[in-house]
């Protein structure tokens, strides 16, 4: 079982619209959790990171986290052309100092 | 602005070259790491330095070696390169600070290709 798992994609959602986007991770002692941003040839981004239970809001953007389901998800409201992109959960593991494990990344598409 | 520089954005090299991967921050960031991305398989940890001199292996160490001997710069190195090491390398860093406080910043990637 990977440590961090994504849905690869693409996942298609129109202009305008909530897109949801889903992580789930292995290890019950991680601590703190990341969403990156990726476009096509570019090097991640950082969008937002999270490290308690429930809602935090940031702009357009959400993450979600419940420990108990071992459960982080990302929604953008309002989508926009722009932000079709890879985006990429990484989890600070227990134990791991400052090392990011990262999953494969959902590719997202806002289609006009 | 946190500055991650990585000396090559693209490399074509052979089979069996030593090859030299050099990245210089410049926010005297004590934390740097190398991953490799490919496709379907995400970003992998190769290499990481919490500090000048030292090192540690991450999640595929095999076929790579690294070099800190300066605080703002953190070599990666194939002591003889591979076709399966044609990959995207990208470096990053942070401020021991954790994660949470100073987040991971990267560089803009180098491209290998091994023929």
């Given at each position: 079982q990977k440590e961090v798992e994504q849905n690869s994609g693409p996942l298609s959602v129109p202009e305008g619209a909530i897109a949801s986007l889903n992580c789930t991770y292995s290890d019950r002692g991680s601590q703190s959790f990341f969403w990156y941003r990726q476009y096509s040839g570019k090097s991640p981004e950082l969008i937002m990171f999270i490290y308690s239970n429930g809602d935090k809001e940031d702009g357009r953007f959400t993450a979600q986290l419940n420990k108990a389901s071992q459960y982080v998800s990302l929604l953008i409201r309002d989508?926009?052309?722009?932000?079709s992109a890879t985006y990429l959960c990484a989890v600070a593991v227990t134990g791991g100092g400052n090392k990011l494990t990262f999953g494969t990344g959902t590719q997202l598409k806002v289609e006009l | 602005d946190v500055k991650v520089t990585q000396s090559s954005r693209y490399l074509v090299k052979r089979t069996g070259e030593k090859v030299f991967l050099e990245c210089v921050q410049d926010m005297d960031h004590e934390n740097m790491f190398w991953y490799r991305q490919d496709p379907g398989l995400g970003l992998r940890l190769i290499y990481f330095s919490y500090d000048v001199k030292m090192k540690e292996k991450g999640d595929i160490p095999e076929g790579y070696s690294v070099s800190r001997e300066k605080k703002e710069r953190f070599s990666l190195i194939l002591e003889s390169a591979s076709t399966n090491q044609t990959s995207m390398y990208l470096c990053a860093s942070h401020l021991s600070r954790g994660l949470v406080n100073s987040p991971l910043h990267f560089g803009n990637g180098t491209r290998l290709t091994v023929t």
């Open positions: 989508s926009q052309p722009s932000d | -």
